[in-house]
């Protein structure tokens, strides 16, 4: 960053760290303590689609690697969800698995087309739903906890935050925490 940068007040934006996704299962473990809810199994990889034969073999490789556990959406927004399932006590193979799909599609140069991926938390007891979501462009993780109605749980969303403070890089701008309704998985 230049002295010109600094005077504007901009800066450089803050790079992805992927591997950020395998802290995810030891989160899972404090999150369930501190609030019951437990990992799903379910996941799911947010990216803006480009056109050309690059991107559509890319595509399809991964859907090949990943096999049957995968299943691709489109939401009204212009976003791809691949939705990878594993069994709720696999979160370890199934970050491992989001880890490879924005890996793949960050080696390959579409980096940038990432929007971010999210694994999903419910609990048993009373069905709150919960996704820890990773905003790939921030390199950060943030609650979501959507209610029907396109209402959302803030308190529990505060508490999760809580529980995962020091356990994930958490997005400390309550703003860019996002509601990603309708996301496969949640």
Do not use: I
């Not at 698995?97 to 890996?103: C, F, G, P, T």
Request: net charge negative; with cysteine; proline share 7%.
């Amino acid at each position: 960053m230049g002295w010109l940068d600094a005077l504007l007040g901009r800066s450089k934006p803050v790079k992805p760290n992927l591997d950020a996704l395998f802290a995810l299962p030891s989160a899972a473990v404090t999150l369930q303590a501190a609030t019951g809810l437990t990992p799903t199994g379910l996941g799911s990889v947010a990216f803006r689609a480009a056109e050309g034969g690059a991107f559509a073999t890319l595509e399809r490789d991964v859907k090949a690697l990943l096999g049957e556990r995968v299943e691709e959406s489109d939401d009204g927004y212009g976003y791809t969800w691949l939705l990878v399932r594993r069994s709720p006590d696999a979160l370890s193979d199934l970050v491992t698995e989001l880890h490879a799909v924005n890996s793949s599609l960050e080696g390959a140069g579409f980096g940038p087309s990432l929007l971010c991926s999210l694994a999903s938390f419910t609990a048993p007891d009373d069905g709150r739903r919960l996704a820890v979501v990773y905003l790939y462009k921030r390199g950060t993780f943030y609650p979501f906890a959507p209610l029907p109605g396109q209402r959302r749980d803030n308190a529990l969303e505060l508490q999760a935050r809580g529980a995962l403070e020091g356990e994930l890089p958490l997005e400390k701008d309550l703003s860019r925490w996002f509601p990603v309704w309708g996301a496969p998985g949640l």
